[in-house]
């Protein structure tokens, strides 16, 4: 063990970290271990992961003192934030400072900091075809993200800026699956008009970043998009159609009628949408299938996303 690199995942709870941490853990010959780092060690999610094989450490992304004591002697990081526990780009933000910083003083020497647009490059301030949020941002979630890859460039922390996708587990998990109207047909809804939008399983987003880490220097300095498929609204209705053995309808509302749903987000989400849809060839254009695939080479369809995963949608 003592001639393997260290992978040190923050988040490793989560979708994104979790899935690294598997990845790591399922190439015993990779040269790697990891360091699953988790702000409850004694989680059931955290004491699964030690039952494989992972090395659990308690630490809190607040604390940057203890952070940078959890991620001494690791060779690599990987970084991701959860915005929607708190909506909070201002603690985003400095969450990010904190992980960066710690890495600097840990001598980290190769970081994957998951991140995302910063949609105000493409629709400033000034642009009203969407609302501004919060009173600086588009798209809250996204533009935190992007405005905190300074972090890691400005302190010349060796870091690979990796663009995940819209996961299709938010099918699962965020109630975006199809749902029954009064006519008891299921419809899936999405602000998307004809345009596509790029998805992955969030399993394979860590998978990926494993495929990074391998690459080594290779990636440090640049950024990569990943991405399982771009699909339109209805090939994906088409998909759950056949996968779920019922029509499913696609419900192209619009971006202001998805605003206006509200459910805690959704004016953040509705502007979401309506920037993958009006940058469509940015949006997808730096999401990679094919470098994906070559980073990841079980990287998973659509259609084999939903042939493992149809029965935990819940239709209500």
Known sequence: MTDRKIIAVV???????GGLVRAILNDPGGGFSVRAITRNASSE??????KLGAEVVSADIDDEAGLTAALKGTHGAYFVTFFWAHMSPAKEKAEVR?????????GI???????????????PLSDNRMPTLMGEYKV??????????KFFTEM?????????????DNLIHFGMGPKKGPDGKLAFTLPMGDKKLAGIAAEDIGKCAYGIFKKGAEYIGK???IAGEHLTGTQMAASLSAALGQAVQYNAVTPEMYRSFGFPGADDLGNMFQFYQDFEADFCGRRSIE?????NPALQTFDTWLAENKTRIPLA
């Open 11 to 17: 988040g490793a709870t989560g979708a994104q970290g």
């Open 140 to 149: 809250p979630h996204f533009d935190a993200k992007g405005e905190s890859n």
């Open 109 to 123: 020497q190769h970081v994957i900091w998951s991140t995302l647009e910063d949609t105000r490059q493409w629709v």
């Open 156 to 168: 010349g922390v060796p870091t690979t800026f990796m663009y995940a996708s819209f996961y299709w």
């Open 98 to 106: 904190s992980m960066a910083s710690a890495a600097k003083a840990a």
């Open 223 to 225: 950024s990569v998009g």
């Open 291 to 295: 470098e994906s695939r070559a980073l």
């Open 45 to 50: 999610q955290a004491k699964a992961l030690a």
